[in-house]
């Protein structure tokens, strides 16, 4: 079955302490993305990767890192949380085609204290 | 700067009843439009997604139009159902650039008996 995976689908921590969500896909898609989702905005991209290494910032980057090592997996990387990254969280993954689906994991839920 | 913008923010009809959703862009160059339906806590999943060549697209009980002269596009859902009970976001591409994706702020449909 087509999916996105991501982990954990829920988080609480503190201030300060490093965390990284993955996020994984079994499409062999080269497009992947991070987005954070918050009430009465609509979703903002943080990061996207066109391929392996190849990655670039969007509209909200701050405070985010991300890597592409490997095809399948672009995990997200909070070096630093701080309160204002409480979101909800979501990776995406598309083939190269304007036109082509994304498909979105189900979504992180996170709570920085 | 490319927007996407959404009406009405909620909407709330009786089961069977239809409606329609609108969305009104400003993104260019334009690529192609989706919507989407995300239930609450999950990831959106793709419900059409229209080239600029398309004026119509159905997907079940859900219709999309889209007129790319005025930049407006529309999501009729008929005969609707408990099930259709979600967010329904407008999500436009531009050409180039990694097809950025500019999402709206959803429509809110809650569908009662």
């Known amino acids: 079955e087509a999916q996105v995976t991501q982990n954990p689908r829920y988080l609480i921590t503190v201030t300060g302490k490093k965390l990284t969500v993955t996020c994984s896909q079994n499409m062999n898609h080269e497009y992947m993305s991070w987005y954070r989702q918050d009430p009465g905005l609509g979703l903002r991209q943080i990061y996207y990767?066109?391929?392996?290494?190849?990655?670039d910032k969007g509209d909200v980057p701050e405070g985010y890192k991300v890597s592409r090592k490997e095809k399948r997996n672009f995990p997200l990387i909070l070096e630093s949380p701080s309160p204002n990254q409480t979101s909800l969280y979501f990776c995406?993954?598309?083939?190269?085609?304007?036109?082509?689906?994304?498909?979105f994991g189900p979504g992180t839920r996170l709570t920085v204290t | 700067k490319n927007q996407v913008e959404q009406s009405p923010q909620s909407l709330i009809i009786l089961e069977g009843k239809n409606c329609t959703l609108q969305?009104?862009?400003?993104?260019?160059?334009?690529?192609?439009l989706r919507w989407y339906k995300q239930d609450t806590g999950r990831g959106p999943v793709s419900l059409t997604i229209m080239t600029f060549s398309e004026n119509t697209k159905s997907n079940g009980r859900y219709t999309a139009t889209l007129d790319a002269d005025t930049k407006q596009s529309s999501l009729h859902i008929t005969a609707s159902q408990l099930s259709d009970s979600a967010s329904y976001i407008c999500?436009?591409?531009?050409?180039?650039?990694?097809?950025?994706?500019?999402f709206g702020t959803g429509t809110q449909l809650k569908v009662e008996l």
């Open positions: 990767s066109m391929n392996v290494e190849v990655t």
């Open positions: 995406a993954s598309r083939s190269h085609g304007p036109g082509d689906e994304q498909y």
């Open positions: 969305c009104n862009y400003t993104v260019s160059p334009f690529s192609n």
């Open positions: 999500v436009v591409s531009a050409r180039g650039g990694g097809n950025k994706l500019t």
